[in-house]
């Protein structure tokens, strides 16, 4: 076994022989703890700004949900025109060009300016995790090359120093050889999946779904309920194979989640397992459509197969791609009955288990007992694409997370501020008129709907309109401790607004705009909090965060 300390393609490699005590103890200017979409564009943030950077990863890949949780990017509309930072669309842009330096594209798809690999109908840059991993790992390769940046693999918080309101240190377990490192930083920015750091660094935290007496939000729960947690899924690929063999064995639970009927409410529309769910912005049951040898839906409606498909055979050589490849992150493979936020470690493995189970089952069941319009039963050429995710089970390296803790901030986004018909009622404009709240703090913009999938608590989809939005320099900073900010979907949101803050590029743009943060406050030697309090200081970083690519305001348009 060998240990990686720097990227895997510009690494340093140690035997597995115990840590030197240097190497326990790692000094830097801000620490990232967590290697997904937003840790990474937290770090890109940093080291573009001449910090010192140590970033910390769970799994063996950097991403998250662009890579190791296997989610296509899911972006508004006017994702190619503006709507991100300058590094989101660099990254965009890097995809697409390394496809056309490695694979064997038709020309038509080379020379095509917006090429999108998949051709999903998601996302207009729906293609392979692998790829978004050696885009990544390019930004930061030069960093890691002159020792300014540090990342540590298989790495999880497991303690955490404070001296009053302060974080001194962090302390991460390697899962493979239970060996501990000692981070000390200026500033540590949170961007684990579920914000690990919070209760180490005892920052005050929230989880689950708040009272509507607390957040006067129309779509909040009557009471609070700290364990009422989106679902987590755990996504994977598959291709097919026309006239082969490819049924999985039997998962264990099968017969279980073949006649699992959700209690939801309001209700779900029958068994899991099927080929119908609520329409989740109606609830009404949605028939929805699957064959892997069509090309189009022709008046089904959502054909399956193409909506997360990250290789269509049209856009490479004949040959290239017997048949196409789609990534599964469906109605049917989202897990609710029970969070990971609350869970002790036992629970919390188990319940990772039955979410595995559920996924596998779902493919079982579409192999073998998935109803055809021929009157067949399962298509059994589904072909499990373990190399698609790297990994022996065949699932994402880990669980797709729509809810984390969230931090309580100097300022917390409601409902009222970006939720159409809530702000309608609040500032009594129309439709045409109305946009979302103006914040003077803005460090960038984001824009999806408030997209809730069933929860943990018995709630089916709570899908309605939203208005583009900003985010605000007070939803990233904790309301008591001062050198720890949030980096991903634990800033200042609430279990309702979480349902637009937590897509990639708004993702992006929060880890982003923390890092960035944390150099600017380093380098002016004032706190953000004391940055965001003064106009001057405010409007110095936000020229400085402009002339970095970040856009700060939208222009005029409608709700989606």
Not at 21 to 35: F, K, L, M
Not at 70 to 91: K, L, M, Q
Not at 241 to 264: A, C
Request: a neutral charge; hydrophobic letters at 35%; one cysteine or more.
């Amino acid at each position: 076994m060998k240990r990686r300390t720097f990227l895997k393609n510009a690494a340093v490699l140690l035997p597995a022989a115990r840590l030197s005590a240097r190497e326990r103890e790692i000094s830097c200017n801000v620490a990232v703890i967590g290697g997904g979409t937003g840790g990474f564009a937290a770090a890109l943030a940093a080291l573009r700004n001449g910090m010192r950077v140590v970033l910390t990863e769970e799994t063996d890949w950097l991403g998250g949900q662009l890579t190791a949780q296997a989610v296509p990017p899911d972006e508004h509309p006017w994702i190619e025109e503006f709507g991100c930072t300058r590094s989101y669309r660099a990254y965009r842009n890097a995809v697409r060009e390394y496809y056309r330096r490695h694979y064997p594209l038709t020309t038509q798809a080379r020379d095509r300016w917006n090429l999108n690999p998949g051709n999903g109908s998601v996302s207009r840059l729906t293609h392979e995790p692998r790829v978004s991993v050696a885009v990544l790992e390019e930004f930061l390769a030069p960093y890691a090359g002159s020792g300014q940046l540090i990342v540590l693999y298989r790495r999880i918080p497991v303690a955490a120093s404070v001296d009053r309101d302060r974080v001194t240190s962090v302390t991460v377990r390697d899962i493979e050889t239970d060996e501990r490192q000692t981070i000390s930083a200026r500033y540590y920015i949170d961007a684990t999946e579920t914000g690990e750091l919070l209760p180490l660094t005892k920052t005050e935290f929230v989880t689950g779904s708040e009272a509507q007496s607390k957040t006067g939000e129309p779509h909040a729960s009557n009471e609070a309920r700290p364990t009422n947690v989106q679902s987590f899924t755990y996504c994977f690929a598959m291709d097919y194979r026309d006239g082969e063999e490819h049924t999985i064995d039997k998962p264990r639970d099968y017969q279980y989640w073949r006649d699992y009927v959700p209690k939801l409410q309001p209700p779900w529309t029958g068994k899991l397992l099927s080929w119908s769910c609520p329409n989740p912005q109606t609830l009404q049951k949605r028939d929805l459509f699957f064959d892997p040898r069509a090309e189009t839906s022709d008046g089904h409606g959502l054909n399956l197969w193409i909506y997360r498909r990250v290789a269509d055979p049209a856009n490479f050589v004949p040959g290239a791609y017997a048949n196409g490849i789609t990534l599964v992150n469906w109605p049917q493979n989202d897990y609710w009955l029970g969070d990971l936020l609350s869970a002790s470690s036992a629970e919390r493995e188990h319940r990772l288990q039955q979410a595995k189970q559920l996924s596998l089952s779902w493919l079982y069941w579409m192999q073998t007992e998935a109803p055809r319009e021929n009157g067949a039963q399962g298509w059994k050429g589904l072909r499990l694409r373990k190399d698609i995710v790297g990994t022996h089970d065949g699932l994402a390296k880990y669980p797709y997370i729509r809810e984390s803790r969230r931090i309580e901030a100097d300022f917390t986004i409601l409902e009222q501020h970006v939720g159409t018909e809530a702000r309608m009622k609040e500032t009594g404009k129309s439709r045409e008129e109305v946009t979302a709240a103006a914040f003077s703090d803005t460090v960038g913009i984001g824009c999806y709907r408030l997209d809730l999938h069933p929860s943990t608590g018995g709630d089916n989809y709570i899908d309605v309109s939203s208005l583009p939005f900003q985010i605000p320099m007070g939803a990233l900073i904790p309301k008591r401790v001062e050198n720890l900010l949030a980096g991903c979907k634990n800033l200042g949101v609430t279990h309702v607004t979480n349902g637009c803050y937590r897509l990639h590029p708004v993702e992006w743009n929060i880890g982003e705009a923390a890092g960035a943060i944390a150099a600017h406050a380093i380098k002016t030697k004032e706190t953000p909090r004391g940055i965001r309090k003064s106009e001057s200081k405010l409007a110095d970083l936000q020229r400085s965060l402009r002339r970095q690519g970040f856009e700060l305001t939208w222009p005029q348009i409608h709700p989606v």
